[in-house]
């Protein structure tokens, strides 16, 4: 989590109503037989550390290549660092560290041969920081593109994000293909520069990652924002869980019947239990039997966002 | 123009470029060493007129003849056609199928400036072609015993440069235009084949021998430049087509989508 890693801004810092890194106005991009992106109206504050969730197709990606210029918005507007997405794309990418999904680099060149270029490209990169990069991510410079792991390209990909030391990252699934202990160096990166106040926009479909990394979220659905909030606040309306442990079995139909309860599973001797709202029917209701020991479990971020998927799905 | 790109992209390109300069300067060597041997024989044959226009309707028995035939009407156009169309469309729809060109877009350079500089790149490809032409001329006329003077060698060379230009440039619009790479590489080369062949069937029709004004082959070899020297007005349309179509690469992929 960051605050291990000693960052300096905490979540309750992460006001949206401060200075906006990204601001969106029904930013849109209609693809056509429902697909694209509809309507976003997003904020993200400098020094946040932002999680865009969603499937596949969701229009994370679009989001991002809007917001770089790459392609061009159907409708509403855009800007990042305080600039127009169309009139001041090229001063926006100059601050902007990106990373794109499905990283693809020069095939035919060394790891070594794209960094170079892509600094000559850009220009005014410190050699000494880009160095440091390739120590922390034990980057492989020396053998092709296309004899690389997805993991080392993907190495690559981070590295020529982070090297310009980019006011505002904008990361399209950055942790793919990267091994436990490089997701570790990526993770403490990350927190080294949200405690520079840099801002990092990041999204990703597996949720575990961003629940390590973010201060606020936005879940994106076919296209559209179902809700955007800090986890803590998305934990507070998530369903909470019990885990009940008994002397012997006991059935759950018993904890079905009850209104608050929305789903009971059995493992032997144990129930886990989730349910909305007061505790207490729960409670009453185990109490029927001889209790060994009852654990909370919190919920992890796959079930919030489960749980806004299957409300939109409804 | 970003030099980097260009130098990157001569980088990817140089090493089958330059392996197929030497192959030309060997096959015009070898070519130019079969003349003694067999043109005066094949220049005594009755070739039908449509064979002969698609063979630039010149004399086999003389070699200047021999090296048109050969050479600047068919090999030599198509080959430098064929480097400069798969080169331009490479560099443009095919790094874009490919994904690459989403990374170096996201970069902060006009994308104007990123195509320019990419067909900076191929343009210096397609000159190293028509100088391997021109080096391959000089070492097979001499092979050959001799007949074609260094300035009417060297006509043919730049007025093939010229041609590979208009060429490159034309898959340049159509892959920076469209970020297809098939559509690219397939417009292009079939524009040039036809080109070819309506500019050597066109003159045998009297009702569509205007046709041939519309085709770049007319403006590269019509005027038959190892005979009669540098086609100033050749060159200046090939050139002109040339800039427009780098001008409408430029501003299409400027002003479109990046493909997903």
Redesign the interface.
């Given at each position: 989590m960051f605050r291990d890693l000693g960052r300096a801004i905490p979540v309750e810092m992460a006001d949206v109503s401060g200075e906006s890194v990204i601001d969106t106005r029904g930013l849109s991009k209609d693809y056509g037989s429902g697909r694209g992106l509809f309507g976003l109206d997003l904020q993200v504050a400098r020094g946040e550390v932002f999680g865009f969730l969603g499937p596949n197709g969701a229009g994370k990606?679009t989001t991002m290549?809007l917001l770089?210029d790459?392609?061009?918005p159907t409708s509403g507007a855009a800007r990042v660092l305080e600039l127009d997405t169309r009139r001041d794309s090229?001063?926006i990418?100059?601050r902007?560290g990106?990373l794109?999904g499905?990283?693809?680099?020069?095939p035919?060149?060394t790891g070594r041969?794209v960094l170079d270029?892509?600094a000559?490209?850009?220009?005014g990169v410190n050699l000494r920081v880009r160095d440091s990069l390739i120590d922390r991510f034990e980057a492989d410079l020396d053998r092709p593109v296309r004899q690389l792991s997805t993991g080392n390209r993907q190495k690559l990909?981070l590295i020529?994000a982070f090297m310009h030391e980019p006011e505002l990252l904008i990361l399209d699934e950055p942790i793919a293909g990267l091994d436990p202990l490089v997701q570790r160096s990526f993770h403490a990166l990350l927190g080294e520069v949200s405690a520079q106040g840099r801002t990092v926009f990041l999204s990703s479909h597996t949720l575990s990652e961003v629940e390590r990394v973010t201060d606020r979220l936005a879940i994106l659905r076919e296209g559209r924002l179902v809700v955007v909030d800090s986890l803590e606040n998305l934990r507070k309306v998530a369903v909470q869980r019990l885990e009940i442990e008994f002397a012997e079995p006991v059935a759950g139909d018993e904890f079905r019947k009850i209104p608050v309860v929305k789903e009971v599973r059995a493992n032997g001797r144990i129930l886990t239990i989730g349910f909305e709202g007061s505790a207490d029917a729960v409670v009453k209701a185990a109490a029927g039997h001889e209790v060994r020991a009852i654990r909370p479990r919190e919920d992890d971020l796959e079930d919030i966002f489960l749980r806004y998927y299957g409300e939109v799905a409804e | 123009m970003s030099w980097p790109t260009t130098r990157i992209t001569l980088r990817l390109r140089l090493p089958g470029t330059l392996w197929t300069a030497v192959g030309l300067v060997a096959v015009l060597a070898v070519v130019g060493a079969l003349f003694p041997a067999v043109g005066h024989t094949i220049g005594k044959l009755n070739v039908p007129t449509s064979v002969a226009n698609l063979l630039g309707g010149a004399d086999y028995g003389t070699i200047t003849g021999w090296f048109r035939s050969e050479i600047a009407v068919i090999y030599g156009p198509l080959v430098i056609a064929a480097l400069a169309i798969t080169g331009a469309t490479a560099v443009t729809a095919g790094e874009e199928e490919d994904r690459i060109l989403a990374l170096v877009v996201a970069h902060p350079i006009r994308r104007s400036r990123l195509v320019a500089a990419k067909a900076a790149a191929i343009a210096l490809i397609v000159l190293i072609v028509a100088c391997a032409v021109w080096i391959g001329l000089i070492v097979g006329v001499a092979a050959g015993g001799g007949g074609i003077s260094l300035a009417h060698i060297t006509a043919l060379a730049v007025q093939l440069a010229m041609f590979g230009l208009a060429a490159g440039s034309l898959a340049l619009a159509i892959g920076a235009c469209t970020g297809n790479r098939s559509l690219a590489n397939g417009l292009a080369g079939g524009i040039v084949i036809l080109g070819w062949l309506v500019n050597s069937f066109a003159p045998l029709v009297g009702t569509i021998d205007w046709l041939k004004y519309l085709t770049l082959f007319y403006y590269y070899a019509d005027h038959d430049p190892l005979s009669r020297g540098v086609d100033v007005l050749g060159i200046a349309v090939l050139g002109v087509v040339a800039l427009a179509l780098t001008s409408v690469a430029l501003a299409g992929f400027e002003r479109r989508d990046l493909r997903a």
């Amino acid at each position: 989590m960051f605050r291990d890693l000693g960052r300096a801004i905490p979540v309750e810092m992460a006001d949206v109503s401060g200075e906006s890194v990204i601001d969106t106005r029904g930013l849109s991009k209609d693809y056509g037989s429902g697909r694209g992106l509809f309507g976003l109206d997003l904020q993200v504050a400098r020094g946040e550390v932002f999680g865009f969730l969603g499937p596949n197709g969701a229009g994370k990606s679009t989001t991002m290549r809007l917001l770089l210029d790459l392609i061009r918005p159907t409708s509403g507007a855009a800007r990042v660092l305080e600039l127009d997405t169309r009139r001041d794309s090229v001063e926006i990418r100059r601050r902007v560290g990106f990373l794109p999904g499905d990283l693809a680099l020069y095939p035919k060149l060394t790891g070594r041969a794209v960094l170079d270029y892509l600094a000559r490209l850009r220009g005014g990169v410190n050699l000494r920081v880009r160095d440091s990069l390739i120590d922390r991510f034990e980057a492989d410079l020396d053998r092709p593109v296309r004899q690389l792991s997805t993991g080392n390209r993907q190495k690559l990909g981070l590295i020529q994000a982070f090297m310009h030391e980019p006011e505002l990252l904008i990361l399209d699934e950055p942790i793919a293909g990267l091994d436990p202990l490089v997701q570790r160096s990526f993770h403490a990166l990350l927190g080294e520069v949200s405690a520079q106040g840099r801002t990092v926009f990041l999204s990703s479909h597996t949720l575990s990652e961003v629940e390590r990394v973010t201060d606020r979220l936005a879940i994106l659905r076919e296209g559209r924002l179902v809700v955007v909030d800090s986890l803590e606040n998305l934990r507070k309306v998530a369903v909470q869980r019990l885990e009940i442990e008994f002397a012997e079995p006991v059935a759950g139909d018993e904890f079905r019947k009850i209104p608050v309860v929305k789903e009971v599973r059995a493992n032997g001797r144990i129930l886990t239990i989730g349910f909305e709202g007061s505790a207490d029917a729960v409670v009453k209701a185990a109490a029927g039997h001889e209790v060994r020991a009852i654990r909370p479990r919190e919920d992890d971020l796959e079930d919030i966002f489960l749980r806004y998927y299957g409300e939109v799905a409804e | 123009m970003s030099w980097p790109t260009t130098r990157i992209t001569l980088r990817l390109r140089l090493p089958g470029t330059l392996w197929t300069a030497v192959g030309l300067v060997a096959v015009l060597a070898v070519v130019g060493a079969l003349f003694p041997a067999v043109g005066h024989t094949i220049g005594k044959l009755n070739v039908p007129t449509s064979v002969a226009n698609l063979l630039g309707g010149a004399d086999y028995g003389t070699i200047t003849g021999w090296f048109r035939s050969e050479i600047a009407v068919i090999y030599g156009p198509l080959v430098i056609a064929a480097l400069a169309i798969t080169g331009a469309t490479a560099v443009t729809a095919g790094e874009e199928e490919d994904r690459i060109l989403a990374l170096v877009v996201a970069h902060p350079i006009r994308r104007s400036r990123l195509v320019a500089a990419k067909a900076a790149a191929i343009a210096l490809i397609v000159l190293i072609v028509a100088c391997a032409v021109w080096i391959g001329l000089i070492v097979g006329v001499a092979a050959g015993g001799g007949g074609i003077s260094l300035a009417h060698i060297t006509a043919l060379a730049v007025q093939l440069a010229m041609f590979g230009l208009a060429a490159g440039s034309l898959a340049l619009a159509i892959g920076a235009c469209t970020g297809n790479r098939s559509l690219a590489n397939g417009l292009a080369g079939g524009i040039v084949i036809l080109g070819w062949l309506v500019n050597s069937f066109a003159p045998l029709v009297g009702t569509i021998d205007w046709l041939k004004y519309l085709t770049l082959f007319y403006y590269y070899a019509d005027h038959d430049p190892l005979s009669r020297g540098v086609d100033v007005l050749g060159i200046a349309v090939l050139g002109v087509v040339a800039l427009a179509l780098t001008s409408v690469a430029l501003a299409g992929f400027e002003r479109r989508d990046l493909r997903a």
